[in-house]
């Protein structure tokens, strides 16, 4: 059997886990959820026997029950030749991907109080399959890394220098790893080197952002400190007036309430005021339902006006790219982004928008649009897994 590259994405709750082999085809994934609550629960894609776990299963022992299954069914052969990992902030310690080692470690540490929700379990699923695995290599692959490259004007805030000097306050960005696949997938599409393309990435999932890449190069991208900065999201605000936290706080609401709601009630389900899921949205706004109407709207208006600003960044623009759960699949909004988009130049071809992927390698723009447009699946688990075998020399 071919050797195994672990990917290892660790959330508050759950573990997902994909086995690429050392041609970097995925081979398995599994998904272990509700953990620390007394129905944790797991499974192997694909199986429909569920993997069983203690309740209240803690992230250790979830990792080793996926692993024990994936072994007893033949998916993977003794240890792992390295081993990938998912960490949401890197700061400004992290340019690119790097191995784990006490030095990495520490300096993960550092970063969690910019990502408390996030760093503190990816390091708890770092020492987790560290135990397991004690002499594979551990790669971690950072949300953040990628825009390390924003220049000053881009990630600074118009706040007093001590807030960055001292506090590390800055617009750092997230989904890197997806909008760094968007800029390589569009390049091959294009007939194009990675390091030739310009592109705005729109990665539209529960959460949302939107980079502008020059050749190949982050310059600009949509969330900030943290991932509640810009576009409207599932359950995220994105932008709002910072003066609400002093206002809301005169009605009685205090900071930490108005950052739970900003976080977890508002986007599209605070618009809606029923779900966060944008395909359940349309089906609300097809039958009538106006505040999904509404939803649909705000969120695409707020990314047309974003797609503009990102173009602010750009010298040229070989594509505007749309990826995630929502860019891959919902031609609707795609369609009301770019209505918003015709003085920029942008056009769809519809039928094109409809049926995008199985004909066009994805383009889905007129002959008429002055940019490209296309629709690129999204696949950060294959990049996690090519920076576990670079880095770990696998060959
Ligand atoms: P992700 O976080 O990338 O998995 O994306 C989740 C979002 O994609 C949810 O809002 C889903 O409703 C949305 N989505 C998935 N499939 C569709 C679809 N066919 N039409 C509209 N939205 C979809």
Redesign the pocket.
């Known amino acids: 059997m071919d050797e195994t590259i672990l990917v290892v994405n660790c959330g508050s709750s759950s573990i997902k886990l994909a086995l690429f082999n050392t041609s970097h085809q995925k081979t398995a994934s599994a998904l272990a959820e509700r953990l620390n609550n007394p129905d944790a629960r797991a499974r192997i894609d694909g199986d429909d026997t569920p993997v069983s776990l203690p309740s209240n299963s803690s992230h250790q022992q979830a990792l080793q029950a996926l692993v024990s299954a994936f072994e007893e069914r033949g998916l993977m052969n003794g240890k792992p030749v390295s081993i990938g990992h998912r960490v949401v902030h890197g700061g400004e310690a992290f340019r690119e991907a790097a191995l784990i080692d006490a030095h990495a470690i520490a300096a993960m540490e550092d970063c969690a109080p910019l990502a408390p929700l996030h760093n503190p379990v990816n390091l708890i699923g770092i020492e987790a399959t560290r135990t397991l695995f004690p002499d594979s290599p551990q790669i971690a692959v950072f949300d953040t890394a990628f825009h390390q490259t924003l220049p000053p004007r881009a990630y600074r805030y118009a706040l007093p220098e001590q807030f960055y000097r001292d506090w590390a306050v800055r617009r750092y960005g997230f989904h890197g790893t997806s909008h760094y696949f968007m800029v390589e997938e569009a390049a091959r599409r294009l007939n194009r080197t990675p390091a030739t393309t310009s592109i705005i990435s729109a990665h539209l ?3 949302c952002s939107i980079t502008a890449i020059e050749d190949g190069i982050s310059k600009d991208t949509s969330m900030g400190l943290t991932p509640l900065e810009g576009l409207v999201m ?1 359950t995220r605000s994105g932008d709002v007036d910072p003066g609400l936290f002093d206002y809301l706080a005169s009605r009685g609401v205090s900071a930490s309430e108005t950052h739970r709601v900003l976080n977890q009630e508002s986007g599209l389900l605070g618009l809606s005021g029923q779900t ?5 949205l ?1 089906e609300l706004a097809d039958h009538g339902h106006e505040p999904s109407t509404l939803a649909i709207d705000v969120f695409c208006y707020r990314l047309a006006k974003y797609v503009g600003a990102m173009m602010a960044s750009l010298n040229k623009l070989d594509a505007l790219v749309f990826t ?3 860019g891959e ?2 031609a609707r909004v795609r369609a009301q982004t770019i209505q918003h988009l015709k003085l920029l130049g942008f056009t769809l071809d519809a039928e094109l928008n409809t049926h995008h992927g199985q004909v066009s390698e994805g383009h889905i723009s007129d002959a008429d649009s002055r940019f490209p447009v296309l629709v690129i699946p999204t696949n950060e688990e294959l990049v996690i897994a090519r920076e576990a075998s670079r880095l770990a020399n696998v060959n």
């Open positions: 999932g529960n959460g599932g966060n899921d944008m395909r359940s349309c995630g759960g929502i699949n919902s």
